[in-house]
């Protein structure tokens, strides 16, 4: 009997070594998989900023600080500047987020705290149809059915209701094309909102429920709800929504391109035709024949690299801000 329980005991103890060594290595697997995927990541990214950098150098070097405060743009005379297309891209993507963050969070909290429950199912799937609408779509109806509306209708109405007014006259001033600055805001803020809508909805479906019951339970509304306990409890994730949506707004191509009137200089009036650097980029990089105007396109690609970039530390910092101040 004891040689037999000490043959078992020792089975068992190799077993168990044989258990523990498989579950280590598979550890240890795991661990390098993840690790070997965040170096990738940040591998690509080095990779994708030391290729702009190349080759947007000679344009750079040319032009130095000048090509972000010159408003020309020739190829002819092969004299570049960027700052209308950083101007566009920046006015546009603000104008879009400022339309879009408001009425996405509102379509979210309708969804979630409003919206009768045969409806929330139909209204959800329509806002995340229009996410899945190609680009070019947008685009087109923008060019043919949007624009002229704009042209007929809002745009008069507009110019003749501020006109006179200091500032306003100034900032909706111009005949109305139809396309420019506005449109192509607008177009943006219609393709971001479901972005926006989607993510500030699902991460408001995580607020525990107990946390409303609580609140209506000692007499609060449902804006106050919404406003002290369902947002502070989800701002990260309406940030990261907001965010989202504003880069698919900075790098948004096709749509733009067809609704902005592709011009290359700087208005005050959203009503103006203008330019953004993606638009730029896909009407003139099969079209530049030389070294130095090639260079100039990959610069304004450089150029939307560091401004995506700066905006996501910026939002990066103001959600540590907010942390700190309530102690999270």
Same mark, same amino acid.
């Given at each position: 009997?004891?040689?037999?329980?000490?043959?078992?005991t020792?089975?068992?103890?190799r077993t168990?070594?044989?258990t523990?060594?498989?579950?280590?290595f598979t550890? $240890?697997?795991f661990?390098?998989a993840? %690790?070997?995927?965040?170096?990738?990541?940040?591998?690509?990214?080095?990779?994708?900023a030391?290729?702009?950098?190349?080759?947007s150098? &000679?344009a750079?070097? =040319?032009?130095?600080?000048?090509?972000?405060?010159t408003?020309?743009?020739?190829?002819?005379t092969?004299?570049?500047?960027a700052?209308?297309?950083?101007?566009?891209? +920046?006015?546009?993507? *603000?104008?879009?987020?400022?339309? *879009?963050?408001?009425?996405? #969070?509102?379509? *979210?909290?309708?969804?979630?705290?409003?919206?009768? %429950?045969?409806?929330?199912?139909?209204?959800?799937?329509?806002?995340?149809?229009? @996410?899945?609408?190609?680009?070019? #779509?947008?685009?087109?109806?923008g060019?043919?059915?949007?624009?002229?509306?704009?042209?007929?209708?809002?745009q008069?109405?507009?110019?003749?209701l501020?006109?006179?007014?200091?500032?306003?006259s100034?900032?909706f001033?111009?005949p109305?094309?139809?396309?420019g600055?506005?449109?192509s805001?607008?177009i943006?803020?219609? $393709?971001?909102?479901?972005?926006?809508?989607? #993510?500030? =909805?699902d991460?408001?479906?995580t607020?525990?429920?107990v946390? =409303? &019951?609580?609140a209506?339970?000692?007499?609060?509304?449902?804006?106050?709800?919404t %406003?002290?306990?369902?947002?502070?409890?989800t701002r990260?994730?309406?940030?990261?929504?907001?965010?989202?949506?504003?880069? %698919?707004?900075?790098? &948004?191509? $096709?749509?733009?391109?067809?609704? #902005?009137?592709? @011009?290359?200089r +700087?208005?005050?009036?959203l009503?103006?035709p203008?330019?953004?650097i993606?638009a730029?980029? @896909?009407?003139?990089?099969?079209e530049?024949d030389? @070294?130095?105007?090639?260079?100039?396109?990959?610069?304004l690609?450089?150029?939307?690299?560091?401004?995506?970039?700066?905006?996501?530390a910026?939002?990066?910092? $103001?959600?540590l801000?907010?942390?700190?101040?309530t102690? *999270?």
């Amino acid at each position: 009997m004891t040689a037999v329980s000490e043959a078992v005991t020792s089975s068992a103890m190799r077993t168990r070594e044989a258990t523990v060594r498989r579950f280590a290595f598979t550890d $240890m697997a795991f661990r390098a998989a993840t %690790r070997a995927s965040a170096i990738l990541v940040l591998v690509l990214l080095g990779g994708v900023a030391v290729s702009l950098i190349a080759g947007s150098w &000679e344009a750079l070097s =040319k032009f130095g600080v000048s090509f972000l405060t010159t408003e020309s743009w020739n190829p002819v005379t092969e004299n570049f500047g960027a700052l209308a297309p950083i101007y566009g891209t +920046i006015v546009t993507s *603000a104008i879009a987020i400022i339309i *879009a963050v408001p009425i996405g #969070i509102g379509i *979210a909290v309708f969804l979630t705290e409003l919206c009768p %429950r045969p409806l929330r199912r139909p209204i959800g799937i329509a806002v995340e149809l229009l @996410a899945g609408i190609p680009s070019i #779509i947008y685009g087109i109806w923008g060019l043919f059915v949007f624009a002229p509306f704009l042209q007929t209708t809002v745009q008069p109405f507009i110019i003749s209701l501020f006109h006179g007014i200091p500032g306003l006259s100034s900032l909706f001033a111009g005949p109305p094309y139809g396309i420019g600055l506005l449109t192509s805001s607008l177009i943006l803020a219609i $393709m971001v909102l479901p972005f926006i809508t989607s #993510i500030t =909805k699902d991460v408001f479906d995580t607020v525990p429920a107990v946390l =409303k &019951e609580s609140a209506y339970g000692i007499g609060c509304t449902t804006w106050e709800v919404t %406003r002290r306990v369902v947002i502070p409890y989800t701002r990260v994730g309406i940030m990261g929504g907001v965010m989202l949506g504003l880069g %698919r707004a900075l790098g &948004e191509t $096709m749509a733009v391109t067809f609704v #902005i009137g592709n @011009a290359h200089r +700087i208005s005050a009036s959203l009503f103006a035709p203008g330019t953004t650097i993606s638009a730029t980029i @896909a009407n003139e990089f099969t079209e530049a024949d030389g @070294a130095l105007y090639t260079s100039s396109l990959v610069a304004l690609g450089l150029i939307l690299f560091i401004i995506t970039f700066i905006i996501l530390a910026l939002a990066r910092y $103001m959600l540590l801000r907010i942390d700190s101040r309530t102690g *999270a």
